[in-house]
């Protein structure tokens, strides 16, 4: 196995998990199988728990998996179908050490975790001993005693064993795995890792590892100069923790000048060639040619001793993706009525599903962020100039959804919004909480659900009722569709009968045919509610069937659509 670090460093959020997808997707057009791996250095065991506000979306897989949002970049970057085992995160190694500790595997010894600790004069390997008084003991006091680092152990252990589960749907492992190391190089919580890391770079060889750190080039207002001490700084913190990068891929907001690269080769102890730049484009499709370009995928098979095997790079699939999206000029109004508008990458997955859909029909995406709880009644009075926004962006909308989410914060104002786009002709798409708003809004007597036990994961199918509704035409399947769910809330079976009979119906049930899973209201142009959520296996070139439909619809061009596919066109 062969693998790719991308470590990052001076600040968080330079687009690690980007630069990790483009250069996967520039390995995989030179013809080699690549898995991927994200390593979150936080003692949760996964994000099912974490906010939206504090980390983003939570993505989900297929096997029930809540991943950080970063392996969504990688599946619809890739085109691969990752587990959730492929999310590394420091609570699932202690917990998978502390639960072999408490059935005796270890017979006896000490449970121990190195790390490195670094200053600005040395490097000090370090343990913390666990024992009855929980006493922290230097390696000069140990220095005696036998050392089992048992979590670099169970890391190492793990990258190598996840390394080797196939994702792209052929047998046995992949050429490359790709693996991203969340967080700055520095961070106290991620010190397991880098030295479980540096570990595993010296027992699989020079020629089966190669690291690339993503760094900040700024430019300070005042002097206007791209400024590469930074980028130092970071890079003798990493060879002081035992790591030495062979590519840097250096973030800016303009193309790297010729003397900054020579300053940071000099200085970082990096060939020049191997300085790569990642400066601001129009949009991400452009990351991957822009490596390209500048022979990354050279360097980086050069340094995994691949460049026999590989191929020259192909993505035509790419350049064309990206120079229509960028040559596209008119665009659709999209409301985004949600919970968590105040950060974007709380809804990122159906932000690139709405992405997707639009270039399909050679639109670019407006979206109008709505707060739901702007549309209620209190902030008339109390925020009248935010309760005028949100009821002007929504009136303006072409086409509106509701998407996920949790609590009963801002219940009335989806409430609100599904009512004015059912009223009002407007194409709707309401996704898991979305879909439950439009049962609340049609039976005009509040919320008739029900409370699972567990949260219900991961990918589940959904049988059509019907081959005539319109989600079986845009699935292109009359009997059944196989998506991902995140939800507790259900309908309660009891009231479907007589919603039915007012007019909703439910089109998708599942196999036991009692969870209702797809709704639409057959007199409206498109009013299409969902449990799963189609945004998590939408992709650049395959958009989700149900935002395609909305778009679509938005443009008055989805009975065409339909049409023209049932007679196999």
Not at 371 to 394: C, F, G, T, V
Not at 440 to 447: Q, V
Request: proline share 5%; with cysteine.
């Amino acid at each position: 196995m062969k693998y790719v670090l991308i470590t990052g460093g001076v600040v968080s959020g330079l687009g690690k998990g980007v630069t990790a997808s483009s250069i996967g997707v520039g390995l995989q057009a030179c013809g080699l199988r690549v898995t991927s791996i994200k390593i979150d250095p936080y003692l949760n065991t996964d994000a099912g728990t974490m906010s939206p506000f504090e980390h983003g979306e939570v993505f989900v897989l297929d096997d029930g998996g809540e991943v950080d949002l970063d392996l969504g970049n990688y599946e619809r970057f890739l085109d691969v179908t990752l587990t959730k085992d492929n999310n590394v995160t420091t609570g699932k190694i202690y917990q998978s050490v502390l639960d072999k500790e408490r059935k005796g595997d270890y017979l006896g010894k000490t449970v121990q975790v190195t790390f490195v600790i670094t200053d600005h004069l040395s490097t000090f390997v370090c343990m913390k001993k666990v024992t009855n008084n929980n006493k922290f003991m230097s390696f000069s006091l140990l220095c005696g005693s036998q050392v089992v680092p048992h979590i670099t152990d169970a890391i190492k252990d793990r990258i190598e064993a996840v390394a080797l589960i196939p994702v792209d749907g052929k047998e046995g492992p992949a050429d490359v795995c790709v693996i991203e190391l969340g967080g700055t190089v520095g961070d106290i919580e991620s010190m397991p890792f880098i030295e479980a890391l540096r570990q595993l770079s010296f027992s699989v060889g020079k020629d089966n590892f190669c690291l690339i750190h993503v760094s900040l080039i700024p430019v300070l207002g005042v002097v206007g100069e791209q400024k590469t001490k930074p980028t130092q700084h970071s890079v003798r913190e990493l060879r002081a923790l035992g790591l030495t990068p062979h590519l840097l891929a250096c973030r800016s907001a303009q193309p790297l000048l010729d003397n900054t690269k020579m300053k940071l080769s000099q200085f970082c102890h990096v060939e020049a060639a191997n300085i790569l730049n990642i400066h601001d484009v129009p949009n991400i499709w452009h990351i991957p040619l822009l490596l390209r370009n500048q022979n990354a995928h050279h360097s980086i098979l050069k340094q995994l001793n691949l460049l026999s095997i590989a191929t020259p790079p192909d993505l035509e699939a790419w350049s064309r993706r990206a120079e229509t999206f960028d040559n596209l000029t008119d665009s659709v109004r999209i409301a985004m009525v949600g919970k968590y508008v105040g950060l974007t990458d709380s809804y990122l997955s159906v932000v690139k599903a709405l992405l997707h859909a639009c270039i399909a029909c050679s639109l670019k995406p407006s979206i109008d962020w709505i707060a739901a709880s702007d549309l209620e009644d209190d902030p008339a009075q109390s925020a009248p100039e935010a309760y005028a926004a949100a009821w002007k962006s929504l009136r303006n909308a072409e086409c509106v959804l509701v998407p996920g989410g949790f609590g009963d914060r801002g219940v009335s104002g989806m409430v609100l919004a599904a009512k004015y786009a059912r009223e009002n002709n407007v194409p709707y798409l309401g996704i898991c909480l979305g879909m439950q708003i439009s049962v609340i809004e049609y039976a005009r007597s509040g919320s008739r659900t029900h409370m699972g036990s567990t949260m219900r994961l991961g990918s589940r199918r959904t049988l059509f009722q019907t081959p005539d509704c319109v989600t079986s035409k845009l699935y292109c399947n009359p009997y059944y569709v196989d998506e991902r769910h995140r939800h507790r809330y259900e309908v309660n079976p009891d009231v479907i009968g007589v919603l039915e009979e007012a007019g909703l119906k439910f089109v998708g049930k599942d196999e036991t045919g009692k969870r209702m899973e797809v709704l639409e209201l057959p007199s409206h142009p498109f009013y299409v509610g969902v449990q799963f959520h189609p945004e998590f296996k939408s992709r650049p070139g395959k958009p989700s069937a149900l935002f395609l439909g909305l778009i679509l619809a938005a443009r008055g061009k989805l009975e065409a659509y339909l049409t023209r596919h049932q007679n196999g066109s």
